[in-house]
């Protein structure tokens, strides 16, 4: 039996080292770790448990510039559970392309073509 995993992704995603963005807020109040961002969305961790379906504000910082980008959280789960707390892990669709963060980080190099 083949245990492959498919990759779903609509489009290439950048990981954590290649953003410089280690952290964002989703409002209210939860600060979050980015793990990776596309044009289309960001998976985060948190301390806290996210609802899937549920709206949020998620509030990046890439360079000098801060963007809120509506998102809706389509999966969340248990990444991680030690003797002190438990790591959720979850993935956010932007209701709109995150532009002015990709135009930022194609100023910066990190991009090698424009998002869909």
């Not at 779903?8 to 409002?27: G, S």
């Given at each position: 039996?083949?245990?492959?995993?498919?990759?779903?992704?609509?489009?290439?995603?950048?990981?954590?080292?290649?953003?410089?963005m280690p952290q964002a807020?989703?409002?209210?109040?939860?600060?979050?770790?980015?793990?990776?961002?596309?044009?289309?969305?960001?998976?985060?961790?948190?301390?806290?448990?996210?609802?899937?379906?549920?709206?949020?504000?998620?509030?990046?910082?890439?360079?000098?510039?801060?963007?809120?980008?509506?998102?809706?959280?389509?999966?969340?789960?248990?990444?991680?559970?030690?003797?002190?707390?438990?790591t959720y892990r979850a993935?956010?669709?932007?209701?709109?392309?995150?532009?002015?963060?990709?135009?930022?980080?194609?100023?910066?190099?990190?991009?090698?073509?424009?998002?869909?």
């Amino acid at each position: 039996m083949d245990n492959a995993l498919i990759d779903r992704r609509a489009e290439a995603r950048l990981p954590r080292a290649v953003l410089n963005m280690p952290q964002a807020t989703l409002r209210p109040g939860c600060p979050v770790d980015v793990i990776d961002l596309s044009p289309q969305g960001i998976q985060v961790q948190s301390g806290r448990p996210l609802r899937p379906g549920s709206r949020v504000l998620a509030r990046v910082v890439v360079a000098d510039q801060t963007v809120t980008i509506p998102a809706v959280v389509l999966r969340c789960s248990v990444w991680a559970v030690d003797a002190e707390a438990v790591t959720y892990r979850a993935g956010l669709r932007f209701e709109e392309l995150c532009l002015p963060v990709w135009e930022e980080l194609a100023r910066g190099g990190h991009l090698l073509h424009a998002p869909p």
